[in-house]
């Protein structure tokens, strides 16, 4: 049985998650609840002028193929928020991009995946304390360095 104690530390760590994804610098439980509220409504903005207008949020330089991955990183106060998304499913893809966090020292905390239809994956990671810091966009980078060289390993023109 698990104890009171144990109970309200594991809240606790699900609060200073939350407060971590939602760069929230609030110290106590409600404000970091209407923090996240905040960040979840910015988001809804988001994807409403997303979807008012696709072609806003991708630059000309950016391919339109929906095989292509589209990998977008967002700092958060002490690491990263990853998503990486085809509109394809992509078998092995997964692993590259595992590897190439592995590579530069990026600890996965939490990770969702899915890979029926099309590949979807939404990580949040840590850089490792005794590494180089590192912001987004060499995160970004190195993830798309890893889809690229995989791509290339599975194209079957090769």
């Given at each position: 049985?698990v104890?009171?104690?144990q109970?309200?530390?594991?809240?606790q760590?699900k609060?200073?998650?939350?407060?971590?994804?939602?760069?929230?610098?609030?110290?106590?439980?409600?404000?970091?609840?209407?923090?996240?509220?905040?960040?979840i409504?910015?988001?809804?903005?988001?994807?409403?002028?997303f979807?008012q207008?696709?072609?806003?949020e991708?630059?000309s330089?950016?391919?339109?193929?929906?095989?292509?991955p589209?990998?977008?990183?967002e700092t958060?106060?002490?690491?990263?928020?990853?998503?990486?998304?085809?509109?394809?499913?992509q078998p092995g893809?997964?692993?590259s991009?595992?590897?190439?966090?592995?590579?530069?020292?990026?600890?996965?905390?939490?990770?969702?995946?899915s890979?029926t239809d099309?590949f979807s994956?939404?990580a949040?990671?840590?850089?490792?304390?005794?590494?180089?810091?590192m912001?987004?966009?060499?995160?970004?980078?190195?993830?798309t360095?890893?889809?690229?060289?995989w791509?290339?390993?599975?194209?079957?023109?090769?």
């Amino acid at each position: 049985m698990v104890s009171r104690e144990q109970k309200r530390g594991s809240l606790q760590e699900k609060f200073q998650l939350l407060r971590s994804i939602t760069n929230s610098h609030a110290e106590n439980d409600t404000s970091i609840i209407m923090d996240a509220s905040k960040y979840i409504q910015k988001l809804k903005q988001k994807v409403e002028r997303f979807n008012q207008d696709p072609t806003a949020e991708q630059s000309s330089s950016e391919p339109t193929d929906p095989t292509t991955p589209m990998v977008t990183v967002e700092t958060l106060e002490k690491g990263f928020m990853i998503n990486v998304f085809s509109g394809k499913n992509q078998p092995g893809m997964l692993v590259s991009v595992l590897e190439a966090f592995e590579d530069i020292g990026l600890n996965v905390l939490e990770a969702r995946v899915s890979c029926t239809d099309s590949f979807s994956l939404h990580a949040m990671g840590l850089e490792n304390e005794d590494g180089e810091n590192m912001d987004a966009e060499a995160v970004k980078q190195a993830v798309t360095d890893a889809i690229r060289s995989w791509g290339e390993s599975n194209d079957p023109q090769n």
